[in-house]
């Protein structure tokens, strides 16, 4: 309902009490953009732990994105036919799409071996990766749609391009709650500003605290990144306490005259929950505490590793914090219409290392079995060429892993035809991928349902299948 | 956590919706329509099937048996029952009836220095200087009430704070929003637009039939023209999918955008849940939706641009307009020709310089342009043809160079150049074909044949009349949307509480003689919007204290019967402008464009030097909206997603806004001025005098003793602690963190 009385007047006791994580909690979920809600007693707080709806594989996910849509005949899915005719045309009859020329074939300047005891397949660009081959599910029959970014960043992160709908990320946090006790669900470190911004991660109608909390942006290192308003450059603590004690003395005193307000008292404990979170957050974001094997591991401090492997370690500590959605994005940087071999090198150089330290830290620490790591781009990209040595956007068949998190590992799932064009063999479309991850937490995609505009909404629509098969 | 629903319930393709709504359905028939519950916030949906809603004995989406919804009926008149000493006009006598009813009272009348604030705030959206406020408490005259609210109605802040309200609903925004975020560079002449309507208090008939129309309507002069034409930005100014988006499905979506906004800023309906089926609580059949789309599908709002993109159509306004745009679009249609040519040139003269004749025979046989005429001449020198083909090159680099200003122009939709009916789409997929409905309006609020919609045109014209049209068309229900939407701003809630959703699943009314009486006297001034204004907030009910009553409380806790005033939290804006006013930096001068400096897209930006700004010292109105980076405080103090129509904007309270005050850059620059501002003067000696100004300006009232002596305590202590710690100037710095602290108190940014 719209107008959020503050209904069935509480005491701040009463307050502190029906927010069931307590104002901890709630204060870091307030931190970047989620509010507290004034809940009356009748109502649990939004952001209570909830029970899941299934029996759960994983507790939380962490999605690594690959902003501009790597290719999957240059990664993970080798084509030996294409291979062999690099360089002649591609006629629609080659893949059951009309009769015309489509383009000329680009075969991968890359070798591809098998990998670990199941022999996954894996290109020599992701050499780190490749050792931890047995713990991969590789999905190859990925499709969706949006020929362009924009429509396919959206379709990815939120199942839905022209209406503004909640991102999976939000879903996640509605449908679970929090695990932590000062974190808020859903993270997103160095999210995009174009191509959807904030629409990728917003709650849209879902309440403004499933939304997801933004550490930086794409185009900004994650050592520069700041959390705006988070830190006063004028006053110290002790006299930005001084003057906060005034404010709440006069603040306390309006709602000694009001009689009881809820809203009054709410805003009395936001100004506190805001003063204690300046010196708690800014510790979690720190990774002056990492041992030196540790920031190897992932790579950082080495070039050109580190700013995805800051990324990655940041999203461990979420992980062990209890966050439920981490999404770690790359810059916008694997869009590779030109001179597709020499921008994969770079761009996998970035990020092999990196994500490796983080599936083997998962795994050290006992997380990787209840976290569920998701790897991909937008879409793919075509086995013909552009621009004489780059590829096209592909979002009608492309490559996504997972690891941990319960699915099986050494896995291969789907195929595409010869030329990576079409799935030919269990094609997993977009919706299908949603309705998989809020599986793997123990949701039924269709039964995690809001009302909102008089009719109940899903993160699916009206589609989706769960991909049962590639869970152990 | 209670949000409020701003964004449409409708998706592209839909299997019987689902299960839960159709149950919910079958019951709306079944139950009395308002027992369903509006808004679960467990969404866990209950297992039933679509034969459900078919077993119900009428149909939900039956326009002619819908009419039974209380929305659909004719207005109530009724005389109010309350009668008594305290009213002072009939909205107080149906007030009163029911508290009364309710063996409740109404709260005492404000005191006079809170109702002035709140009168201030809530016509222009500023805070009353001391001086103003002095003038209203001691005027003795008993019209004192009635001569302010007269001189601000006439302020021109008036229609900057109404027409904000009105740009919340029309989803007004400076960017496209969605995949790409391109630039609206010239939205902001609509924004204008409408802030001068509110203050012309033009009629909202003929507001909102400019809105639809306003290209198709008669003018006497081209300013007249071409207001009329900024007005119809309305219909173009929807977030879309531009890139990669087929021409007819992204025609459809436009549509579905349309039908959409203007269903829910002006009917209260949700239109767009019957795209794909009959609408499963409201009367709207789909034949009715797609008779709607048959209006926008023969309307154009994009225009193709390269090959993969889609914008925003533009006209040119003032005299010579057209051919300025004209000439302006041909120089960008033409540039990747030219720079084609011109490189091609540039070979060209490469290969003469090297003498390559070779090279440059297989050249210009593709190619017969690269070389200028007068270069190809063979009698001709090398040196000579070089010459020539230098200069050639140099008038083509200066053709690039010389790249138009742009003129003054506005979004605007056009007729299409075929209009005709839509055909309805199965389950909402545009290939999915079914059959012609003629384009028309909604059967459920229609009496009588339709005005048809002559040959040739899309129906626009009809469509805006029809929306107020009190005897034929949805005229009755749009008085009471509107209505409603009045009163939710000035008293802080909607006698309909879902202030967008007057259907089945929304709240019935909580006063719905009020209601009617509101919607029939809107109707009856000739829809003036300002002599609503001014009969609400001249009623006694505005005019109530916000104190609590514990007994009152009891009986009801959520205020629907109005035993008190709400006490409403400041939005962003009112909130920056009353920071800037204590400032004394508040620029009053209205503002064009505020995204002048923005590129191509908005958003999409390397670094943040092409960011919005928000650096201007004017009124908050004028900031730029761009769809996905609003302002922060704007993005912190819940202001409306510009997405879609937001006729209530969410309440929340959050640390973010706490972390806002006490830390933004801003908001202590702010408090420096202020403090500046207050410290300065004749009596700098009298540091009580200073808090009482401080207190006057920023509170609207003086302090108590006590806060005085309290306020002044820490000034003076953190004066000697800045002096101790080599502070240069402790005085005004102290000053400056106290005035910084007036900023988070609850009494500035809450209006009791």
């Not at chain 2, 007068?374 to 009698?379: G, L």
Request: a neutral charge.
């Amino acid at each position: 309902m719209n107008c959020n009385q503050f209904t069935h007047a509480t005491t701040r006791r009463d307050m502190l009490r029906t927010c069931a994580c307590g104002f901890g909690h709630v204060a870091l979920a307030a931190m970047a953009g989620h509010r507290i809600a004034l809940a009356s007693d009748r109502m649990p707080h939004p952001f209570a732990a909830k029970m899941p709806q299934l029996r759960p594989r994983a507790k939380r996910i962490v999605f690594l994105f690959m902003w501009g849509g790597p290719s999957h005949l240059d990664l993970f899915d080798p084509k030996v036919r294409l291979h062999q005719r690099s360089g002649q045309p591609l006629s629609g009859q080659d893949v059951g799409r009309g009769h015309g020329k489509l383009g000329t074939l680009l075969g991968s300047s890359f070798q591809f071996s098998q990998h670990g005891r199941s022999g996954v397949w894996i290109s020599e660009l992701f050499p780190h990766l490749a050792r931890h081959a047995d713990r991969l599910c590789v999905v190859r029959s990925v499709h969706t749609e949006g020929q362009a970014h924009g429509e396919a960043l959206l379709r990815l992160h939120t199942g839905q391009a022209n209406l503004v709908r909640p991102s999976v990320g939000a879903w996640v946090s509605y449908g679970l709650g929090c695990e932590s006790d000062n974190l808020p669900a859903f993270v997103t470190i160095s999210p995009p500003r174009g191509h959807g911004g904030m629409q990728n991660y917003g709650s849209a109608f879902l309440p403004a605290i499933h939304q997801g909390t933004a550490i930086g942006s794409a185009e900004i290192p994650i050592a520069k990144a700041e959390i705006p308003h988070l830190v006063n450059a004028r006053l110290h603590s002790s006299l930005q306490r001084t003057q906060l004690d005034l404010v709440q003395s006069l603040n306390r005193k309006h709602l000694r005259d009001s009689g009881i307000d809820p809203g009054i008292e709410g805003l009395i404990a936001s100004h506190e929950l805001a003063f204690r979170m300046q010196s708690t957050v800014p510790e979690i974001l720190t990774l002056d505490n990492e041992p030196q094997a540790m920031l190897d591991l992932y790579g950082v401090g080495s070039e050109p590793t580190d700013n995805f492997a800051r990324q990655c370690l940041l999203a461990r500590k979420f992980v062990e914090r209890g966050v439920r959605y981490i999404q770690v994005s790359t810059d916008y940087t694997w869009d590779h219409h030109q001179k597709v071999e020499k921008g994969h090198i770079a761009e996998s150089a970035k990020v092999d290392r990196p994500i490796a330290g983080l599936l083997e830290d998962l795994e050290q620490r006992g997380l990787l079995e209840d976290t569920l790591v998701l790897w991909g781009g937008e879409f793919g990209r075509t086995a013909i060429a552009d621009n004489g040595d780059g590829r096209g956007h592909h979002p009608q068949a492309f490559t996504m892993w997972m690891a941990g998190g319960g699915v099986q590992g050494g896995m291969t799932y789907g195929a595409t035809d010869d030329f990576g064009y079409y799935p030919v063999e269990h094609p997993v479309h977009m919706h299908d991928l949603h309705a998989t991850l809020l599986f793997s937490l123990g949701l039924d995609h269709e039964r995690l349902t809001y009302r909102h505009a008089g009719r109940d909404f899903r993160l699916t629509d009206v589609y989706g299948n769960v991909v049962h098969e590639i869970f152990a | 956590m209670v949000r409020s629903e701003h964004l449409t319930g409708f998706s592209h393709s839909c299997r019987p919706c689902f299960i839960a709504t159709c149950l919910a359905g079958a019951l709306t028939v079944l139950l009395p329509c308002d027992a369903i519950e509006p808004a679960s916030e467990v969404g866990v949906a209950l297992l039933a099937n679509d034969n459900r809603r078919k077993a119900a004995a009428v149909d939900p989406a039956d326009p002619i048996a819908g009419r039974v919804h209380w929305a659909f009926q004719p207005l109530l008149d009724r005389e109010p029952e309350g009668e008594s000493g305290w009213c002072r006009s009939p909205i107080d006598g149906y007030v009163l009836s029911r508290l009364q009813a309710a063996k409740l009272g109404p709260a005492p009348d404000a005191d006079p220095r809170v109702l002035v604030r709140r009168i201030y705030f809530q016509l222009i959206g500023l805070p009353p200087s001391p001086g103003q406020v002095q003038r209203f408490v001691r005027d003795p005259s008993p019209n004192a009430m009635e001569s302010l609210v007269d001189r601000l109605l006439g302020s021109p802040q008036f229609g900057e704070r109404w027409g904000r309200h009105w740009l919340d609903v029309a989803r007004y925004a400076d960017s496209n929003g969605l995949d790409e975020n391109y630039l609206f560079r010239e939205a902001w002449r609509y924004r204008n637009w409408v802030i001068g309507a509110l203050n012309a208090d033009l009629p909202f008939d003929r507001f909102l039939l400019e809105q639809i129309a306003g290209d198709l309507l008669p003018f006497a002069s081209i300013e007249q023209r071409d207001r009329q034409r900024i007005a119809a930005g309305f219909m173009v100014l929807g977030p879309k999918v531009v890139l990669g988006n087929g021409r007819k499905k992204q025609r459809m979506e436009i549509a579905d955008e349309q039908i959409d906004t203007i269903g829910r800023a002006v009917l209260g309906l949700t239109l767009g849940c019957a795209r794909c089926h009959d609408h499963k609580f409201d009367p709207v059949p789909t034949e009715d939706y797609y008779a709607l789309a048959g209006i926008m599908t023969s309307t154009r709002v994009m225009r193709k641009v390269g090959a993969q993109r889609f914008m925003e159509q533009f006209v040119g306004l003032g005299p010579r307009g057209d051919e300025l745009d004209r000439a302006y679009e041909k120089y960008w249609t033409e540039l990747p020709r030219i720079k084609a040519e011109k490189s091609r040139a540039q070979s060209a003269l490469e290969f003469l310089r090297e003498g390559k004749e070779d090279d440059l025979a297989r050249l210009l046989e593709s190619h017969p342009d690269a070389l200028s005429a007068d270069a190809k001449e063979a009698t001709r020198t090398a040196e000579e043809r070089i010459e020539i083909q230098e200069a050639h090159l140099a008038k083509l680099a200066a053709v690039i160079a010389n790249q138009p200003k742009i003129y003054p122009r506005a979004m605007i939709p056009s007729d299409g150049d075929s209009p005709s009916d839509e055909c309805v789409r199965q389950a909402g997929q545009f290939d999915r074909k079914g059959e012609t409905v003629p384009r028309g309006f909604l059967r459920v609020v229609s009496r009588g044949p339709f005005e048809g919609i002559p040959d040739g045109t899309s129906g626009r014209r009809e469509l805006g009349r029809w929306l107020t049209d009190v005897e034929r068309g949805a005229g009755r229900l749009t008085a009471r949307v509107l209505a409603n939407r009045i009163w939710h701003q000035l008293i802080g809630c909607g006698l309909v509480r879902t202030v967008d959703n007057f259907g089945r699943t929304g709240e019935p009314p909580s006063h719905p003689e009020l209601l009617d009486y509101l919607a029939r006297e809107l109707i009856g001034s000739g829809w003036s919007i300002k002599t609503m204004v001014r009969r609400i907030v001249l009623s006694r009910t505005f005019a109530m204290s916000s104190e609590h009553n514990e007994s009152a409380h009891a009986i009801d806790p959520e205020n629907r019967l109005l035993w008190r005033a709400h006490r409403r939290r400041l939005e962003p804006e009112a909130l920056r402008d009353a920071m800037l006013a204590a400032a004394g930096q508040l620029d009053l001068t209205s503002m064009k464009s505020s995204v002048w400096y923005l590129g191509d897209r908005a958003t999409e930006a390397g670094d943040n030097k092409n960011r919005r700004r928000t650096d201007f010292p004017c009124r908050s109105v004028y900031l730029p909206v761009i769809r996905n980076d609003l302002p922060d405080i704007f993005q912190a103090f819940d202001y409306a997603d510009p997405h879609a129509t937001t006729g209530a904007r969410p309440r929340t309270t959050a640390a973010t806004q706490a972390l806002f005050l006490q830390n933004a850059e801003q908001v202590m620059a702010w408090a420096d001025a202020t403090a500046r501002r207050f410290c300065g003067g004749d009596r700098d000696g009298d540091e009580e005098w200073r808090v009482r100004r401080l207190f006057e300006q920023v509170l609207g009232c003086p302090p108590t003793e006590d806060e005085s002596a309290q306020f002044l305590g820490f000034v003076r202590r953190t004066r000697d602690l800045l002096a101790k710690e080599g502070e240069t100037k402790p005085g005004i710095r102290a000053w400056s963190i106290a005035c910084h602290a007036m900023f988070s108190l609850s009494r500035f940014q809450f209006l009791d």
